[in-house]
């Protein structure tokens, strides 16, 4: 059964600090990693993708790490703002189209 | 442009009951998704539908079924509604099936925030 696990529900960091969200599979016949950004109230917004034949893919203020032999990926973002708050979700991605959602981090930036 | 949208924006229905959740997904787009999210938990995949067929189901029980119009809008229909049911469910598009999911994503409506009384 293909999983994927997001083990911390919640972190906080400060303002200008390096946010680290990480996320484990199980699959290792994905096609890709999404990340998307939750705020309450609101749907998931897409905020950056990993291919499975990438180790790294970088968009501003956000890079995402993979480690297909971990079986792991990670957002980081530098610096981290206020606005960042919101909740996180790794989403694993391939041929049925469907995407698997991790459980979600819950992020707080503390100015 | 009008992204995903979706309707109700709340609903509040009594075990047993019947209810019918609406999506219209952004304008050229021909695939909707459904997904249901429980109250600390990600996502789950319920169905997919593309013109107008049905491309993949998640583990679902029957009371649960879908189906898209010729304008690419979707219903999501749940019947014999159980307290369980209680979740947001949203409503992603694409152009396709996967198509610019790596790219750009799916893209999600607000959803529907369904309550079983």
């Known amino acids: 059964d293909q999983q994927v696990k997001q083990n911390s529900p919640s972190l906080s960091v400060q303002e200008g600090r390096i946010s680290i969200l990480n996320c484990d599979y199980t699959?290792?016949?994905?096609?890709?990693f999404l990340w998307y950004k939750k705020y309450p109230a609101e749907g998931p917004t897409f905020l950056i993708s990993?291919?499975?034949?990438?180790d790294k893919n970088e968009d501003g203020r956000f890079t995402v790490f993979l480690n297909k032999s971990a079986k792991h990926l990670s957002l980081h973002i530098v610096p981290s703002q206020p606005g960042d708050s919101a909740v996180y979700f790794c989403a694993e991605g391939g041929a049925t189209n469907k995407l698997i959602f991790g459980t979600g981090t819950l992020l707080a930036v503390q100015p | 442009d009008a992204g995903v949208t979706q309707s109700p924006t709340h609903l509040i229905k009594t075990r047993g009951q019947h209810v019918t959740l609406r999506c219209s997904p952004i304008?050229?787009?021909?695939?909707v998704s459904w997904y249901q999210q429980v109250l600390g938990q990600g996502p789950q995949f319920i169905f997919q539908y593309y013109e107008k067929e049905e491309r993949g189901r998640g583990n679902f029980p029957d009371r649960f079924s879908a189906r898209q119009f010729p304008n690419y809008s979707s219903e999501l229909n749940v019947n014999a509604l159980l307290l369980g049911d209680s979740a947001l469910y949203l409503c992603?598009?694409?152009?396709?099936?996967?198509?610019?999911?790596?790219?750009?994503?799916?893209?999600f409506g607000s959803g529907t925030r369904l309550t079983v009384v």
């Open positions: 304008s050229g787009h021909k695939s």
């Open positions: 992603a598009s694409s152009l396709a099936p996967g198509q610019g999911a790596y790219n750009y994503g799916y893209t």
């Open positions: 699959n290792s016949m994905f096609d890709y």
């Open positions: 990993i291919s499975s034949i990438k």
